[in-house]
């Protein structure tokens, strides 16, 4: 997920459980301010890193027992001892907003999904160690949805990506399709752009589709939502697919209306 990647982070939620309200806010915090300092603003590469690496070695204080220097990783500091929570996950984060500075294109889809396992995943993992869910079948299927988010957002975010000179495509997968650098700059949405986006938004949707069954796993309101994030994503990919894959002029987003077509659908989730 984005931090536009993590428009699926339940920190406003209604259905999040009133006792994780402020632990997940720290967290967010946390991905918020590292994925913003990878991002946002005129930094140099190297004073992004810098700031980056002075994160990586408040979590070092944090795993050495020591006071971290900043309030945001004393509140940090405070949730982690108090829920457990593993301190890779937060690690894993920041090495991928690390990556965004300095990796603009991917070679393959296995290198890809190694970028999503450490911008995307993490975050499951922690929502799961918070629940107390975090079992070797329930991170399988929360690895699948979270990267699965995270590659609907990629296929989502296309032209967004291209203005910060960013393409997230495999470029085996251009390749094999038959489309430039060049077709991605002229917004050109022939054939072969249809078909790779077609391979692409179905093969995000069968990875979503692998992990929906935690989705019923998980009991009460922090399954309600997750179903409904689960029908969220799916519903984007639907929406890409109804715009013919022109994602430069028509960006997917979910509208008021939608939200009742979630709802009805996370209800069916129940069935299965």
């Not at 980056?52 to 070695?57: E, G, S, T, V």
């Not at 922690?126 to 699948?144: F, I, K, Q, V, W």
């Not at 390749?175 to 179905?202: H, N, P, Y």
């Not at 697919?241 to 008021?256: Q, S």
Request: aromatic share 10%.
């Amino acid at each position: 997920m984005s931090v536009d990647h993590y428009e699926n982070f339940p920190v406003a939620s209604i259905l999040l459980p009133a006792r994780l309200r402020a632990p997940v806010q720290v967290i967010y915090a946390f991905a918020r301010s590292a994925d913003d300092l990878a991002d946002e603003g005129d930094a140099s590469p190297a004073e992004r890193l810098q700031a980056l690496d002075a994160y990586q070695q408040e979590l070092r204080r944090i795993a050495e027992g020591r006071t971290p220097e900043t309030r945001l990783f004393r509140d940090l500091a405070a949730v982690i001892a108090d829920y457990r929570l593993p301190l890779q996950p937060f690690h894993d984060l920041l090495s991928a907003f690390s990556q965004d500075v300095v990796t603009t294109r991917y070679e393959s889809y296995p290198r890809l999904l190694d970028y999503c396992r450490r911008s995307a995943d993490p975050v499951g993992i922690l929502m799961l160690h918070l629940y107390g869910a975090a079992t070797e079948d329930n991170l399988r299927d929360s690895h699948a949805i979270c990267s699965a988010l995270q590659l609907t957002n990629f296929w989502q975010d296309v032209a967004i990506d291209w203005a910060k000179a960013r393409i997230y495509l495999p470029n085996d997968d251009r390749m094999q399709f038959g489309v430039s650098e060049q077709q991605i700059a002229a917004r050109t949405t022939d054939a072969a752009w249809q078909k790779l986006m077609r391979f692409e938004v179905d093969r995000a949707r069968a990875l979503l589709l692998s992990g929906a069954p935690l989705a019923t796993r998980l009991p009460g309101r922090v399954g309600w939502e997750l179903r409904l994030v689960v029908q969220g994503g799916l519903r984007i990919l639907e929406k890409i697919e109804a715009v013919d894959y022109d994602v430069f002029h028509r960006r997917p987003t979910l509208g008021k209306l939608d939200w009742f077509l979630l709802a009805a659908r996370a209800w069916r989730m129940r069935r299965y």
